[in-house]
């Protein structure tokens, strides 16, 4: 089965600085999709980013771009120019391509961002 | 173009008892699927529906079911609630052939 393993429970990032999120998965397929979501108080979850497994390419979007190393199983996220509207809790998580493609979360980072 | 919908938003039930909740899924989608996200946890994976059908099923007991009407709205029912079932249950819609959900805002579930 996937797992999907963020090993930072906490984060804390000053405003205007750079912040990396950490995420590693256990996939044995070839073929799924990766993303990264944010949880506000509100508590809906808002898609940050996603990649598929078969673009070399990191994705990029605004000032939040991925680090996808497909060998190593990882998928950090990098958040330029941190804001205070980034403070959040953040998961990683992996959808498979294949007939079994429920999407399974990681345990999550709660970002904090300092004025 | 409205989002996810789930009602209600707040619930408190007692243990034992029995509860359903709710969800419209956005526009246009056609599969739902149910996560049970407990306080500080992931979203852990419940079940899907597609096409009236349970599609998948996560590792949830029997006291877990679902619903899917022919307007694609969706629902969870919960059977003999334990206080561990208190959580926040999170419904997200997409299409099948889609790679991302959208979700709701949830309906937080406290067992007393």
């Known amino acids: 089965a996937q797992t999907v393993t963020q090993s930072q429970p906490e984060m804390s990032v000053q405003e205007a600085e750079t912040v990396t999120l950490s995420c590693t998965y256990d996939t044995s397929e070839s073929d799924y999709y990766l993303f990264w979501y944010k949880q506000p108080p509100s508590r809906q979850m808002i898609l940050v980013i996603r990649q598929e497994a078969y673009k070399q390419q990191n994705a990029t979007e605004n000032r939040f771009s991925v680090n996808f190393q497909k060998a190593a199983k990882s998928f950090s996220l990098k958040i330029s120019d941190s804001q205070l509207g980034d403070a959040a809790m953040y998961f990683c998580a992996y959808r498979s391509a294949g007939w079994n493609n429920d999407m399974r979360f990681g345990a999550g980072t709660r970002l904090t961002v300092k004025p | 173009d409205a989002g996810v919908t789930q009602s209600p938003t707040h619930l408190i039930k007692t243990r034992g008892q029995q509860v359903t909740l709710r969800c419209s899924p956005k526009s246009g989608h056609d599969t739902v699927s149910w996560y049970q996200q407990a306080l500080g946890q992931g979203p852990q994976f419940i079940f899907q529906?597609?096409?009236?059908?349970?599609?998948q099923r996560g590792n949830f007991p029997d006291r877990f079911s679902g619903h899917q009407f022919p307007n694609y709205s969706s629902e969870l029912n919960v059977n003999a609630l334990l206080l561990g079932d208190s959580a926040l249950y999170l419904c997200?819609?997409?299409?099948?052939?889609?790679?991302?959900?959208?979700f709701g805002s949830g309906t937080r579930l406290t067992v007393v």
């Open positions: 997200a819609s997409s299409l099948l052939s889609a790679t991302g959900y959208t």
């Open positions: 529906y597609y096409e009236e059908e349970e599609r």
